[in-house]
């Protein structure tokens, strides 16, 4: 079983549309959890990060983690076409070296 | 600040030979990571530099090596190339102390025919 599970979609939505996009985790030692977004032929681009429990909000993007569930949320609103990508949740502990990821939820918004 | 810079980009190797990727850090990021993406196993770490050591290794076999210089530029090696390495090879950059929070660059695509 992997240490971080994300659903690979793809997932089709409306310009406009509320975005969830989620993680399970097992590995209770992880403390800082990171959303990443990542174009066709690019490096990952960090969007955010957040520390253990609780919500960050980033514009339009809201991060929500809950250690107790192991799980990890990234809400998008006002979804546009530039939104389409692939989105990747990344974890590590409190030395916060090694990432571990999620296998990335591929995200397309339609005009 | 400009970001994460690799090269080569794109490189075409065929099986048996060697390669090595090079990758500058954001100015003042000590930090180096070195990340494998491929289709079917996603983003797996390969391993960590700072202060010219390397301070964390993933489940790699030991054909995979890097270095890091004093100016925190690093280097991956990967020795007798093998169809399976064909891959995107990401380095990520941080601050120390806030090593979490890593800047990638575009990445080195490798084919090994």
């Known amino acids: 079983q992997k240490e971080v599970e994300q659903d690979p979609g793809p997932l089709s939505v409306p310009e406009g549309a509320i975005v969830s996009l989620n993680c399970t985790y097992s590995n209770s030692a992880f403390q800082y959890f990171m959303w990443y977004r990542q174009y066709s032929r690019k490096g990952p681009e960090l969007l955010m990060y957040?520390?253990?429990?609780g919500n960050k909000e980033d514009g339009r993007f809201t991060a929500q983690v809950d250690k107790s569930s192991k799980y990890i949320s990234l809400f998008i609103r006002d979804s546009q076409p530039s939104d389409s990508a692939t989105y990747l949740c990344?974890?590590?502990?409190?030395?916060?070296?090694?990432?571990?990821f999620g296998e990335g939820t591929q995200l397309t918004v339609n005009p | 600040k400009a970001g994460v810079t690799q090269t080569p980009r794109y490189l075409i190797k065929t099986r048996g030979q060697q390669v090595t990727l090079s990758c500058s850090p954001i100015?003042?990021?000590?930090?180096v990571s070195w990340y494998q993406q491929t289709p079917g196993q996603g983003l797996q770490f390969l391993f960590e530099?700072?202060?010219?050591?390397?301070?964390n290794k993933g489940n790699f076999p030991g054909r995979f090596s890097g270095r890091q210089f004093s100016n925190s530029r690093s280097e991956m090696n990967v020795s007798t190339l093998e169809l399976g390495d064909s891959a995107l090879y990401l380095c990520a950059s941080s601050l120390i102390g806030k090593t979490y929070e890593q800047y990638f660059g575009p990445g080195t695509r490798l084919t090994v025919t």
């Open positions: 957040t520390y253990s429990s």
């Open positions: 990344a974890m590590t502990g409190l030395s916060g070296s090694r990432l571990t």
């Open positions: 100015s003042g990021h000590r930090s």
């Open positions: 530099y700072f202060s010219e050591t390397q301070r």
